[in-house]
């Protein structure tokens, strides 16, 4: 199986409905309650959360 390709670094905040997006390499995103962020761009995925992924966000 060949290299995955990031074609978009996106989530979307389930407490204040921001959708964050990483565009490029250390562009560390966070909605405006803090309860998520995303970073990476294209070149790898981070995502934090305050609970768990299931309960604070959804990808974008």
């Known amino acids: 199986m060949g290299k995955r390709i ?3 670094n996106a989530i ?3 407490h ?3 959708i964050i997006e ?3 390499t250390h562009d560390f ?3 405006s309650c803090g309860a ?3 970073d ?3 070149d790898y995925l981070r995502r934090c959360y ?3 992924p299931e309960e604070d966000y959804i990808l974008g």
């Open 36 to 38: 998520c962020s995303v």
């Open 22 to 24: 990483s565009c490029y």
């Open 6 to 8: 990031i074609v978009r």
């Open 40 to 42: 990476g761009g294209h």
């Open 50 to 52: 305050k609970t768990s």
């Open 12 to 14: 979307q905040c389930k």
């Open 16 to 18: 204040c409905g921001d």
């Open 29 to 31: 995103q966070t909605c």
